[in-house]
Structures are given as C-alpha cells and as structure tokens.
C-alpha cells in the first residue's frame, strides 16, 4: 500500500493486487490515517464497476462521521453510476478541488 500525504489529505494507491486484498490493507491501514482526508487513488484497476466501487461505502460513512473527507479516483465508473453518499472523481486534481470545497463548507458549518 503506498501512502503520500501532503498536508491534511493523503492519497492511498496500491499496484498489483485485488480489489478484495487492496480493501483489506485499507482497514488495517486505517488507524494510521483516520485523521486526515482520504484520497483513494483506484487507477491500478482496470476493470472496476459501480458495484466495486460501493464496497467502500462503510469506511467512507466512518470517515465522513469523524469530518473528513473521502474521495474515490477512477476514471472507469461515473459518479452518476454511484449514490450520494460515496464521492467518486475522474483525477486526482478533482479530489483535491472536493476536499478543499468540503473543508471550506465544514469552517461555515454548512
């Protein structure tokens, strides 16, 4: 699992690996990042769908109650193909734009 933090948010990718193994290593990396806004960089996945992509639905609700932000990164399932309630982008710049725009709403406590 690799880890770059910069600031307040870190990106987490993994290369070679399963969807199933790459989201085990995300739960017991968890603790050490719990603090910060997470950036999930999935562009290691070539074939990825909507359904996939809900399976981190429970950690992004955990992380989101504790007012931080998590975001998904793939360019191979539209956020339209996703419920509200996970936050899916196309690059990494989006994710970036998404927590600053959730960071500046939390400051207003919109």
């Known amino acids: 699992m690799i880890f770059d933090s910069d600031g307040s948010t870190t ?4 290369e070679n690996t399963t969807l199933s193994i790459f989201l085990k290593n ?3 990396a968890y603790p050490k990042i ?3 806004n997470i950036v999930i960089n ?3 996945f070539s074939k990825l769908k909507a359904g996939d992509v ?3 639905l429970q950690i992004s609700d955990l992380h ?3 007012k931080k932000s998590f975001v998904l990164v793939t360019d191979k399932v ?3 193909e996703v419920p509200d309630a996970i936050m ?3 690059t990494i710049k989006e994710a970036r734009d998404i927590i600053e725009m959730e960071e500046i709403e939390r400051d207003l406590d919109l």
Not at 11 to 14: A, F, G, N, R
């Open 42 to 44: 999935l562009f290691s």
């Open 64 to 66: 989101k109650k504790s």
């Open 26 to 28: 995300l739960n017991d």
């Open 11 to 14: 990106i987490v990718s993994q």
């Open 88 to 90: 899916v982008v196309p």
């Open 34 to 36: 719990k603090n910060d």
């Open 78 to 80: 539209s956020y339209d």
């Open 54 to 56: 809900l399976e981190f």
